[in-house]
């Protein structure tokens, strides 16, 4: 896992001090999470990397963002099925460093296959890990944030939060939820300086993806290679994957001071996606 560097200046054009700060974020062991926990850690953040993995690799990467940034980093390993779990990750936050400042809920799994031939497990898995499982981290952050007086929620959504493909029933279902959720829980926070917003992404080259490229082809009967041409990037007018530097560049926006009155909303990432 330690390898590709993030730098909030350098790589995604914006810098923002977050010395002081505590970040949590779900699902930060690889692929998007990592490249935004390195984002924040980047700009000053201390860090709270939850996720799955092997051990090793995990605490490997621990040490290097922290070795990397001169940043303090946690790992919790909260099962996103678990609410028990989820609550005492939040807790842990409070406890190891007496705040949290931004929590950054993109834990997320997916499953490709016709409504017909969904399995009812993937589907309960999937919405209780999309987007249950922001419910109970808002939750327990809630409390937190208005002791404090400030706070930034920023939810990893998808460009299915705002648009539908066949064959993802849960995830879209689950992206749409997270959407309503933002929003109801900016207009609660909105008098307590905390702001909830989401990110929708399209297409990024992630291991999820990579795994949702079989799946496709399998569902749809047709080759990986047509799967990336023709299904994922003939969504993305800019026909290119959206690259991690470019969505850390639009958090560093929402958790700054600059994104203070941008609240209960969504920035999409999506070379163009859904103008069309």
């Known amino acids: 896992m330690p390898g590709h560097k993030v730098s909030g200046q350098t790589a995604s054009g914006l810098s923002v001090d977050l010395r002081g700060q505590t970040a949590l974020i779900t699902g930060s062991t690889s692929g998007i999470g990592e490249a935004l926990a390195k984002g924040l850690a980047a700009n000053g953040a201390n860090i709270i990397l939850n996720g799955l993995g092997?051990?090793?690799?995990?605490?490997?990467?621990?040490?290097?963002?922290?070795?990397?940034?001169?940043?303090?980093?946690?790992?919790?390993?909260?099962?996103?099925?678990?609410?028990?779990?989820?609550?005492?990750?939040?807790?842990?936050?409070?406890?190891?460093?007496?705040?949290?400042?931004?929590?950054?809920?993109?834990?997320?799994?997916?499953?490709?296959?016709?409504?017909?031939?969904?399995?009812?497990?993937?589907?309960?898995?999937?919405?209780?890990?999309?987007?249950?499982?922001?419910?109970?981290?808002?939750?327990?952050?809630?409390?937190?944030?208005?002791?404090?007086?400030?706070?930034r929620i920023v939810n990893l959504a998808s460009a299915h939060a705002l648009v539908a493909s066949p064959f993802k029933a849960a995830y879209v279902a689950a992206k749409h939820g997270i959407l309503g959720l933002t929003k109801t829980v900016a207009l609660e926070l909105a008098e307590h300086g905390t702001t909830v917003n989401a990110i929708c992404p399209g297409y990024v080259r992630t291991p999820l993806v990579d795994a949702q490229i079989g799946d496709t082809a399998k569902a749809r009967g047709i080759s990986e290679e047509a799967v990336v041409r023709d299904v994922m990037l003939s969504a993305q007018p800019t026909k290119k994957f959206v690259e991690y530097d470019q969505l850390v560049g639009a958090l560093l926006y929402l958790v700054s001071e600059s994104g203070a009155s941008t609240n209960g909303t969504h920035l999409s990432v999506d070379g163009g996606w859904v103008a069309q």
Request: net charge negative.
């Open 54 to 151: 092997d051990h090793d690799e995990i605490e490997a990467l621990r040490a290097d963002i922290a070795k990397t940034y001169g940043v303090e980093v946690r790992y919790h390993s909260a099962n996103m099925l678990k609410p028990d779990e989820i609550e005492d990750l939040v807790g842990y936050a409070k406890s190891e460093f007496g705040r949290l400042d931004i929590l950054l809920n993109n834990a997320g799994i997916q499953h490709v296959a016709k409504i017909e031939d969904f399995p009812t497990e993937k589907w309960d898995a999937i919405i209780a890990i999309n987007l249950t499982s922001a419910f109970h981290t808002i939750k327990h952050a809630t409390p937190i944030m208005k002791a404090q007086g400030r706070g």
